[in-house]
């Protein structure tokens, strides 16, 4: 079995997926003949031809409105967005478009279209490469919101959404696009190779939305992470030494509330984990959902760990980036309650 | 000498309410002396055009110059009753708003040559993806009336099953893509469309409007910067009836240039064409549909008109344009010209016109009455499960739950 990073299984996931249905095409800026500024779409042009596998205007709006239309006469589109921070000119056609044609058509349109979009920080990226607005599409109706933390999910989840009939974003956390990253910043840079999740099979293979995965059973206090905030959690659950249960949830959107809930009513606790700022952020949602299902068998109020309600900043990454340290202090919390 | 200071310009209309009103501002040329350059003219060779006006039925109604379509007698009267239909039905329903029969009403009065006409002039299997006011394109079609009475009134055999506002159709076999109330925001669907289309070696092309107003959306920069790009096989319209709402087209940029020339800076050819002769827009659309089947890209299409009612059932246009604006309008009445024309090459009678006129009016009618029967806006309405369906393909258990919390 081939060893890849996350790019590399992302191209093989497209790869593949363009060699089998001749309705499959990927555009975006810088997407063609370069392959795309973080090379997801490396060679894809070449092998598939230039129609299949071409840069587009530098027009967010356009290159949705443009995948709707496709997906409308009836290919399987999958767009690229450079970054997660360039979404917003798109907002407009993800929201009032893509998320709502099926619904407002009564099933006559609909929009089977995939937009892969790298976002999140621990890149020195500043206001413009680091955010993490997954929550904002969580809360459109009618969008499916995917986020992998690993080779192995990231093919498997991006074959899942392009051959998904609804419109599914897939935010592709970049720091861990080349290796995974638990948040010590001060460390030596990790690769891919030897990790268990970077063993990528050929062919193709799906991993159903909507499922979570358990990372690391435990029976204390469960931990809810996804990208890149799955190895942080990881970090933070050793160092705290506590046994706790994290789960990586793959999916915000559908989310597998089921296995959340039967967790947290094992473990009697929980702490939510996300890069994105708290006020407003996924975290509450799931606090919510865990209090409203889990409320008898909490033992300690439902703790939130995330990025700082300000603007990404620039010279202070590692005083925003919500790491380890933070986790640990945030378990202790409520193993000390 | 001190320099002059400087002043903000913000334009204002020729007439507001209590004043003439006025349309001398606008040179309107004469019917046929416009040139119809050959299909594979290139768009360097045609850059008068956008600034140009394309008619072709004179005053008298004679269809003259290079763009008459050379029509025969059935297309022209199937055009005709398409849009006496479309206003016939626009009278009946507007009336049923003020019976509070519907939540929601938009007329197209004085519009309808530019649904109908390229309705008619395009082939089974192209996509319109339409703004409101182009219900036309519908009748044309012969949409069942009772299915669009029955969304207008949002019973419970309304085909959009009370998901969506009246009017704002969805009609995939008539080749009417999903409608909606964003301005704008179909545009670029229509050019990933027709990409589409190109991409799988299709024959069929897409159509799509929007209104001066929203030419201001970065969502028509965007339409045309790919339909350009990638010579996408569509026809890009804009029906220029002078008011969004309330804002004359001075507010879009009317003032400086016209619709028409925006395609110049895309490399896209640009026709200015007389929206309310029937003949002008089939020909206009006929030409640019031919130019897009083969491969030779999209066209910009400005449809000169003038929206001679409200802007819907919640406007009242006499609170900022003079009343009797609409009567000034000097490219008179797409309906009446072209009956005029019909009338004039012997195709066509009074008393034609009259019977065709009773039988729409009785068509729509009892339309409207088989609808009533099911349910009126609030007297009727589809199952309240409908709600829930179609959110995703599959439901996921927030849908599920929430149908069980409502007890449905």
């Avoid at chain 2, 319109?128 to 029955?150: D, E, I, K, Q």
Wanted: with cysteine.
């Amino acid at each position: 079995m081939a060893m890849m990073n996350m790019i590399q299984a992302l191209n093989n996931a497209l790869d593949e997926k363009l060699a089998q249905d001749p309705d499959v095409l990927t555009f975006g800026e810088d997407v063609g003949y370069f392959g795309g500024v973080f090379r997801v779409t490396d060679k894809l042009q070449e092998k598939h031809g230039l129609t299949r596998c071409f840069d587009t205007p530098i027009s967010e709006g356009g290159i949705i409105a443009a995948a709707i239309g496709m997906g409308a006469y009836g290919l399987r589109p999958v767009a690229e967005i450079q970054f997660a921070d360039y979404i917003l000119p798109a907002f407009d056609q993800l929201v009032s478009e893509a998320a709502r044609l099926r619904y407002r058509s009564n099933g006559e349109f609909w929009s089977p279209i995939t937009v892969r979009s790298p976002y999140g920080g621990g890149i020195f990226g500043g206001q413009t490469h680091s955010q993490s607005p997954e929550a904002i599409f969580a809360h459109i109706t009618g969008l499916k919101t995917v986020i992998p933390s690993n080779p192995y999910d990231a093919k498997g989840l991006l074959i899942a959404a392009i051959e998904d009939d609804d419109p599914v974003i897939v935010l592709e956390p970049k720091r861990i696009y080349n290796g995974p990253f638990d948040g010590r910043h001060d460390q030596a840079l990790k690769t891919w190779a030897g990790h268990p999740k970077a063993e990528v099979p050929a062919g193709l293979y799906r991993i159903p939305l909507g499922q979570a995965e358990i990372v690391r059973a435990g029976r204390e206090v469960t931990v809810l992470a996804y990208g890149t905030m799955v190895h942080v959690a990881l970090a933070g659950i050793e160092e705290a030494e506590v046994d706790a249960e994290l789960i990586d949830l793959r999916s915000i959107v559908p989310l597998d509330v089921d296995t959340i809930v039967a967790s947290v009513r094992k473990t009697g606790r929980c702490v939510i984990l996300h890069e994105a700022s708290r006020f407003g952020g996924f975290g509450g949602e799931l606090s919510a959902l865990v209090q409203e299902r889990c409320f008898d068998h909490l033992k300690a109020p439902v703790d939130r760990v995330a990025g700082w309600d300000t603007p990404y900043p620039h010279a202070f990454e590692w005083d925003y980036f919500p790491g380890p340290a933070r986790l640990v202090k945030a378990l202790r919390r409520v193993m000390e309650y | 000498m001190n320099p002059p200071r400087l002043e903000l310009h913000v334009p204002t209309p020729f007439a507001r309410p209590g004043e003439k009103a006025s349309f001398k501002h606008l040179e309107i040329a004469q019917a046929g002396i416009v040139r119809r350059p050959e299909i594979a003219c290139a768009e360097a060779e045609m850059r008068d055009l956008p600034y140009a006006l394309i008619r072709v039925l004179d005053d008298d109604g004679n269809a003259v110059g290079p763009w008459d379509p050379s029509l025969n007698a059935d297309h022209l009267r199937r055009g005709l009753r398409a849009m006496m239909l479309t206003r016939a039905f626009d009278e009946r329903l507007f009336q049923a708003h003020r019976q509070g029969k519907t939540s929601f009403y938009m007329k197209s009065t004085g519009e309808e040559a530019i649904g109908a006409a390229p309705s008619l002039a395009l082939a089974q299997g192209d996509m319109c993806f339409p703004t409101y006011r182009v219900m036309s394109w519908l009748h044309a079609r012969g949409y069942p009336l009772v299915s669009m009475v029955n969304q207008i009134f949002s019973n419970e055999k309304d085909p959009l099953k009370g998901r969506q506002m009246p009017i704002l159709f969805s009609a995939r076999d008539y080749g009417f893509y999903s409608l909606s109330g964003n301005v704008g925001s179909r545009f670029g669907h229509a050019v990933g469309w027709a990409m589409a289309s190109a991409y799988k070696n299709d024959d069929k092309i897409a159509l799509a409007y929007i209104g001066e107003g929203a030419t201001a959306e970065g969502d028509f920069h965007e339409a045309l910067t790919f339909a350009s790009v990638y010579r996408a096989p569509c026809i890009l319209c804009v029906t220029n009836n002078q008011w969004a709402i309330s804002s004359f087209s001075g507010i879009a940029g009317a003032e400086m240039t016209t619709f028409a020339a925006k395609a110049l800076a895309y490399g896209l050819p640009g026709l200015r064409v007389d929206g309310n002769d029937f003949l002008a827009v089939t020909a206009a659309t006929q030409w640019a549909a031919e130019r897009a089947r083969t491969n030779r890209g999209a066209t910009l299409i400005e449809f000169f008109t003038y929206r001679a009612c409200g802007h819907s059932t919640s406007d009242d246009p006499t609170k900022y344009r003079p009343a009797d604006e609409a009567e000034h309008w000097p490219l008179g009445d797409p309906i009446a010209r072209l009956k005029q024309h019909l009338i004039l090459i012997g195709e066509w009678s009074e008393d034609q016109d009259q019977a065709l006129a009773n039988e729409l009016h009785e068509t729509v009618r009892a339309a409207v009455k088989e609808a009533e029967a099911v349910g009126t806006h609030g007297k009727s309405k589809p199952n309240v499960r409908e709600m829930f369906e179609g959110v995703f393909k599959d439901p996921d258990w927030r849908v599920t739950e929430q149908r069980r919390e409502l007890e449905i």
